[in-house]
């Protein structure tokens, strides 16, 4: 199984794919909590140079609460990752975490069904990008 979805985005540039990935998870319910750049980071803190690699943080308000009411701990698999990154022929790749391999060690029936529903809306947001 694999732990994420993706796409190529085409015609687009890096700052654009921000943009519309934000629109896009705004349409589904999500707010981006957090937005961690990579390359500024590694270079900071390591002097590395990296390609351009962001890792959003996006939750879903209502779902998180639900979940969280149904597992405590759950919470350290929140936020949802979506990572959008530059390759050196500069295509944008988006991926998003897929929630139901995430939660596979989670021994909770209960969350299961919000697993589900979050992976839809995630696998939407991809298939939504252009």
């Given at each position: 199984?694999?732990?994420y979805?993706?796409?190529?985005?085409?015609?687009?540039?890096?700052?654009?794919?921000?943009?519309?990935?934000?629109?896009?998870?705004?349409?589904?319910?999500?707010?981006?909590?957090?937005?961690?750049?990579?390359?500024?980071?590694?270079?900071?803190?390591?002097?590395?140079?990296?390609?351009?690699?962001k890792?959003?943080?996006?939750?879903?308000?209502?779902?998180?609460?639900?979940?969280?009411?149904?597992?405590?701990?759950?919470?350290?698999?929140?936020?949802?990752?979506?990572?959008?990154?530059?390759?050196?022929?500069?295509?944008?790749?988006?991926?998003?975490?897929?929630?139901?391999?995430?939660?596979?060690?989670?021994?909770?029936?209960?969350?299961?069904?919000?697993?589900?529903?979050?992976?839809?809306k995630?696998?939407?947001?991809?298939?939504?990008?252009?």
């Amino acid at each position: 199984m694999s732990y994420y979805f993706s796409k190529i985005l085409k015609n687009r540039n890096f700052d654009e794919a921000i943009g519309q990935v934000t629109v896009e998870l705004k349409k589904e319910g999500f707010g981006v909590l957090t937005e961690i750049d990579v390359k500024e980071t590694l270079k900071k803190k390591i002097d590395v140079d990296f390609k351009k690699y962001k890792i959003l943080g996006a939750c879903n308000p209502h779902f998180a609460h639900k979940v969280l009411t149904k597992e405590d701990k759950i919470g350290v698999f929140l936020p949802c990752n979506v990572v959008v990154e530059e390759h050196e022929n500069d295509e944008i790749e988006v991926s998003a975490v897929d929630p139901i391999a995430s939660m596979l060690a989670v021994e909770n029936k209960g969350i299961e069904e919000f697993a589900k529903e979050i992976q839809q809306k995630l696998k939407r947001v991809i298939e939504s990008l252009e």
